[in-house]
């Protein structure tokens, strides 16, 4: 499918539903219908619970979540060259090993009827919930198939020196079911690695100064890490699904490489920076099409 055939004729056609909480509000934030971009200020167990009324066989060729890793209980960590607490918000603090694991299972069940019969769903995270969420996957009968390890050439020290420096994070792809024929970009992969298969350890910078210029999130993603991710799993025009939207890198990345994006976030000013970093991608986006 060409881009422009996906983006010409059709919009994502929600009409969101009246706040059920407070924290909540539900409502679209910004939005592009000729690039197909779409992104709302919502509760995502909330916001999905509407979108399976909607589509109850699936909507999105893939999705890629960004979850809470639950850190922000007093810790302290290395920025900069100085100590700092690792203090996120309240959405990152733990509520224990059981509730955050049924927070995975509740979010994850609802990417898993939101997939495309075919569709594949990737979630980034630490040891602190990447094995939740793995767990989780299995026990929703989701096939899982890649677990990638992300290597930061450059991570921070660990100050107590009494562990190994935390350097990876784990990434782990998975199909919506046992009998999913996911989408698998095998030639294009094959070329991004000198023409070799690529292996599941992808070295890859954290984002850059140019990635943060407009504002900063505390867990942002590096644009490259999710670019290979879409160029590896999806096609032009396939629609993409951020839960967990933070500074929108998976919408930025989308419109770069002519893919169409939903997604939603609950705080506030996350959104407002997701609003400036869209803009500015889509009107790169436009700048090159007039070329």
Sequence with gaps: MKYSEATSNETFPLKVLEASS????????????????????????????????????????????????????????????????????????????????EFNNAWLSRCQKLLKPNGTIWVSGTHHIIYSVGYAMQQLGMKILNDITWEKPNPPPNLSCRYFTHSTETIIWAAKNERAKHQFNYAIMRELNSGKQMKSVWKLAAPNGEEKDLGKHPTQKPGALLE????????????????????????????????????????????????????????????????
């Design 22 to 101: 407070e924290y909540s509000p539900n409502k679209c934030e910004f939005r592009n219908d000729k690039f197909g971009v779409w992104l709302y200020h919502a509760n995502c167990i909330e916001f999905m619970d509407i979108l399976i009324s909607k589509y109850p066989l699936g909507k999105f060729d893939m999705i890629f979540a960004d979850p809470p890793y639950f850190l922000s209980n007093g810790g302290i960590t290395c920025h900069a060259g100085k100590m700092v607490k690792v203090d996120k918000g309240q959405w990152d603090k733990s509520n224990g090993p059981e509730l955050n694991h």
């Design 228 to 291: 290979r991710i879409m160029l590896a799993s999806t096609n032009d025009g396939d629609l993409i699904f951020d839960p967990f939207s933070g500074s929108s890198t998976t919408g930025v990345v989308a419109i770069k490489l002519k893919r169409r994006f939903v997604g939603c976030e609950l705080e506030s000013e996350y959104l407002a920076l997701s609003a400036k970093r869209l803009s500015r991608a889509i009107s790169e986006r436009s700048s090159s099409l007039c070329f």
